[in-house]
């Protein structure tokens, strides 16, 4: 069968048995490129979006200092030239406003938006196996069928509140970072108050610091951060990105994160303390996830000689540019190794806000704090006035947002059931007993150790591939088995536990919020690894997933 067939061909079984071809929650980088890849294929298509407008995480994250930890110019689309030649960047690291713009920019050009149903929230999704379809609900009582039911909704995206006792007595003004007011927040003069240093702390506590009146940072554990070295992209430097972007993207497709940084620079096996130094130094200068890639990552991640020598010179750095000695000890690191955390960037001098006169560090490690009290803040030792308290604690990741619908599968399985010691899954994309279910970016997929959108392509294509294959064959569901899905988790269990990342409690192991179950959730071989893996897979006839031929299906009884 040619495309053109096949596009026919479910168009045609689109509108006989039910009302989509596929129903896609979320329209950020992964749902727009989905829509995108599924109307080519002819396919119909709904994208629910939450929010009134396109942009998932980069719609939501508004705090002051959001910015993409990723370089600008691989922070985009590589799958259509157009967009990325047309497409110009500002700054080495694009702002939150700059990457809003730039999804903006791309619903335009590929013409989506007239397929998103935006501000409308799913709230369940159940399966039927003997037609091999999803029935979704929005939360406005609409209810459609459809045959493939595909999750963009990205990892970080529900966003984690500590349940502090009376914050509901606070007299003043509270904020998650995650859902930022759109009209922004008046900081200036204010005795703002922050509970979280992870990445978004550290970059909200050095844009606000020069504005508010007294800035109270709450912190309970120090943090690795890295200078990012932001500039603005020259016209020269633009140009001769633009001259190599094949190979950028060939670069950046074919490594361990997503970023085409050169990988014949990176081996620190046999090198003395002093030369790893002058390396580190050297990378140090060029900033961001430059000096990650100094060595080779997965060697950083395992050597735990090398990360100790890569730690203490991060906690040097940090001794050097905070003044007072208290503070600087306060603010180093020793609970984890470097990168067993997500490393966060420094944009704006973070340790030399601390230098401030009108910038307090609160350690909560030590003296917990106890309440919110309608005045502010109280912990065991003191208490905190303030005027806006600002929550940058962080997400349920990886899987709260996929349970924050009802998801259904077989026989009415909730989601949350087959969850409740963990999430497992068969390479991130699809899980035993949920058919006919595609989870991009979904646990066990190397997500959000890599540069999102190279991952988000990956998968998109895979699973469109995978929908072209099932109408060209007549396959009308798709499985995951269940020795696959465990074999699959146990792999990446087995990778992680060769790892430094056991040694921190992180969101990558759901140990942010409490009770969730502790398990490594994405997958740390690698993008290039990994898209070996699903490329084999996928050439073996979809290896580890059971396929059934639509002539099987039990016929409905009228
Ligand atoms: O969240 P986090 P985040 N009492 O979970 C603290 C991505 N991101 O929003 O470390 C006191 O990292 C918590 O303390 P502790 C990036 O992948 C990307 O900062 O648990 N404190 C921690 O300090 C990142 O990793 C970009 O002891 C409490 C903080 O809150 C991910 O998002 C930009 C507490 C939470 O840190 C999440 O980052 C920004 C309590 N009860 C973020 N509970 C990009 O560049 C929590 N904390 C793309």
Same mark, same amino acid.
């Given at each position: 069968?040619?495309?053109?067939?096949?596009?026919?061909?479910?168009?045609?079984?689109?509108?006989?048995?039910?009302?989509?071809?596929?129903?896609?929650?979320?329209?950020?980088?992964?749902?727009?490129?989905?829509?995108?890849?599924?109307?080519?294929?002819?396919?119909?298509?709904?994208?629910?979006?939450?929010?009134?407008?396109?942009?998932?995480?980069?719609?939501?994250?508004?705090?002051?200092?959001?910015?993409?930890?990723?370089?600008?110019?691989?922070?985009?689309?590589?799958?259509?030239?157009?967009?990325?030649?047309?497409?110009?960047?500002?700054?080495?690291?694009?702002?939150?406003?700059?990457?809003?713009?730039?999804?903006?920019?791309? %619903?335009?050009?590929?013409?989506? @938006?007239?397929?998103? /149903?935006? $501000?409308? &929230?799913?709230?369940?999704?159940? !399966? =039927?196996?003997?037609?091999?379809?999803?029935?979704?609900?929005?939360?406005?009582?609409?209810?459609?069928?459809?045959?493939?039911?595909?999750?963009?909704?990205?990892?970080?995206?529900?966003?984690?509140?500590?349940?502090?006792?009376?914050?509901?007595?606070?007299?003043?003004?509270?904020?998650?970072?995650?859902?930022?007011?759109?009209?922004?927040?008046?900081?200036?003069?204010?005795?703002?108050?922050?509970?979280?240093?992870?990445?978004?702390?550290?970059?909200?506590?050095?844009?606000?610091?020069?504005?508010?009146?007294?800035?109270?940072?709450?912190?309970?554990?120090?943090?690795? %951060?890295?200078?990012?070295?932001? @500039?603005?992209?020259? /016209?020269? $430097?633009? &140009?001769?990105?633009?001259?190599? !972007? =094949?190979?950028?993207?060939?670069?950046?497709?074919?490594?361990?994160?997503?970023?085409?940084?050169?990988?014949?620079?990176?081996?620190?096996?046999?090198?003395?303390?002093?030369?790893?130094?002058?390396?580190?130094?050297?990378?140090?200068?060029?900033?961001?996830?430059?000096?990650?890639?100094?060595?080779?990552?997965?060697?950083?991640?395992?050597?735990?000689?090398?990360?100790?020598?890569?730690?203490?010179?991060?906690?040097?750095?940090?001794?050097?540019?905070?003044?007072?000695?208290?503070?600087?000890?306060?603010?180093?690191?020793?609970?984890?190794?470097?990168?067993?955390?997500?490393?966060?960037?420094?944009?704006?001098?973070?340790?030399?806000?601390?230098?401030?006169?009108?910038?307090?560090?609160?350690?909560?490690?030590?003296?917990?704090?106890?309440?919110?009290?309608?005045?502010?803040?109280?912990?065991?030792?003191?208490?905190?006035?303030?005027?806006?308290?600002?929550?940058?604690?962080?997400?349920?990741?990886?899987?709260?947002?996929?349970?924050?619908?009802?998801?259904?599968?077989?026989?009415?399985?909730?989601?949350?059931?087959?969850?409740?010691?963990?999430?497992?899954?068969?390479?991130?994309?699809?899980?035993?007993?949920?058919?006919?279910?595609?989870?991009?970016?979904?646990?066990?997929?190397?997500?959000?150790?890599?540069?999102?959108?190279?991952?988000?392509?990956?998968?998109?294509?895979?699973?469109?591939?995978?929908?072209?294959?099932?109408?060209?064959?007549?396959?009308?569901?798709?499985?995951?088995?269940?020795?696959?899905?465990?074999?699959?988790?146990?792999?990446?269990?087995?990778?992680?536990?060769?790892?430094?990342?056991?040694?921190?409690?992180?969101?990558?192991?759901?140990?942010?919020?409490?009770?969730?179950?502790?398990?490594?959730?994405?997958?740390?071989?690698?993008?290039?690894?990994?898209?070996?893996?699903?490329?084999?897979?996928?050439?073996?006839?979809?290896?580890?997933?059971?396929?059934?031929?639509?002539?099987?299906?039990?016929?409905?009884?009228?």
């Amino acid at each position: 069968m040619s495309d053109g067939d096949v596009r026919e061909a479910t168009t045609e079984r689109a509108s006989e048995t039910t009302d989509f071809d596929a129903v896609v929650v979320g329209a950020g980088f992964s749902g727009l490129y989905m829509l995108h890849r599924l109307r080519e294929l002819g396919l119909s298509v709904r994208v629910y979006e939450k929010g009134d407008g396109v942009g998932g995480t980069w719609y939501w994250n508004r705090y002051p200092g959001a910015r993409c930890d990723s370089e600008s110019h691989i922070y985009c689309y590589s799958f259509d030239e157009d967009l990325y030649e047309e497409w110009e960047w500002s700054e080495r690291y694009p702002e939150q406003p700059e990457i809003l713009e730039y999804l903006n920019f791309a %619903a335009d050009e590929l013409d989506l @938006r007239r397929d998103i /149903a935006f $501000e409308t &929230e799913v709230t369940s999704a159940s !399966y =039927d196996d003997d037609a091999a379809t999803w029935t979704i609900e929005t939360a406005d009582g609409e209810r459609v069928e459809t045959r493939f039911f595909i999750s963009a909704v990205g990892c970080l995206s529900e966003p984690f509140k500590p349940d502090f006792d009376g914050l509901d007595t606070f007299e003043g003004e509270w904020y998650h970072t995650a859902r930022w007011p759109h009209d922004g927040v008046d900081l200036d003069g204010q005795r703002v108050g922050v509970i979280g240093t992870g990445s978004t702390g550290i970059q909200f506590i050095s844009e606000t610091a020069s504005r508010a009146g007294h800035l109270t940072v709450f912190q309970r554990t120090p943090n690795y %951060a890295v200078p990012a070295r932001n @500039r603005p992209l020259e /016209a020269e $430097e633009y &140009e001769e990105i633009r001259e190599n !972007y =094949d190979a950028i993207w060939e670069q950046a497709r074919n490594s361990r994160l997503g970023m085409p940084f050169d990988p014949d620079e990176n081996s620190a096996r046999g090198l003395s303390e002093a030369e790893i130094h002058d390396i580190l130094e050297d990378r140090w200068q060029q900033g961001g996830f430059r000096f990650l890639h100094a060595f080779e990552p997965g060697h950083v991640l395992s050597n735990a000689d090398t990360n100790a020598i890569i730690s203490e010179f991060i906690r040097e750095k940090i001794r050097e540019r905070v003044d007072d000695p208290d503070t600087a000890e306060k603010l180093v690191p020793t609970d984890h190794p470097y990168g067993a955390k997500r490393p966060p960037m420094d944009y704006n001098d973070y340790y030399g806000t601390y230098n401030r006169d009108d910038v307090s560090l609160v350690d909560v490690e030590e003296n917990p704090i106890t309440e919110i009290t309608p005045d502010g803040v109280r912990t065991t030792a003191d208490e905190y006035d303030l005027d806006v308290l600002v929550f940058a604690t962080g997400f349920d990741a990886m899987t709260g947002a996929l349970l924050a619908m009802d998801i259904r599968g077989r026989d009415g399985l909730p989601l949350e059931e087959k969850w409740a010691d963990g999430p497992t899954t068969y390479l991130g994309l699809g899980m035993h007993d949920f058919p006919n279910l595609f989870t991009i970016t979904g646990p066990q997929s190397p997500s959000v150790l890599t540069n999102m959108p190279m991952s988000i392509e990956q998968h998109v294509e895979w699973i469109t591939d995978c929908i072209a294959y099932m109408d060209r064959e007549g396959y009308d569901r798709i499985e995951a088995t269940a020795e696959s899905e465990q074999q699959w988790v146990s792999q990446t269990n087995m990778l992680a536990d060769n790892m430094l990342f056991s040694e921190a409690k992180s969101w990558y192991r759901g140990e942010n919020v409490p009770g969730k179950p502790s398990i490594f959730t994405p997958f740390p071989g690698g993008l290039e690894m990994y898209r070996g893996i699903c490329e084999r897979v996928a050439e073996d006839d979809y290896d580890g997933f059971e396929l059934r031929e639509a002539t099987d299906a039990p016929t409905v009884e009228q």
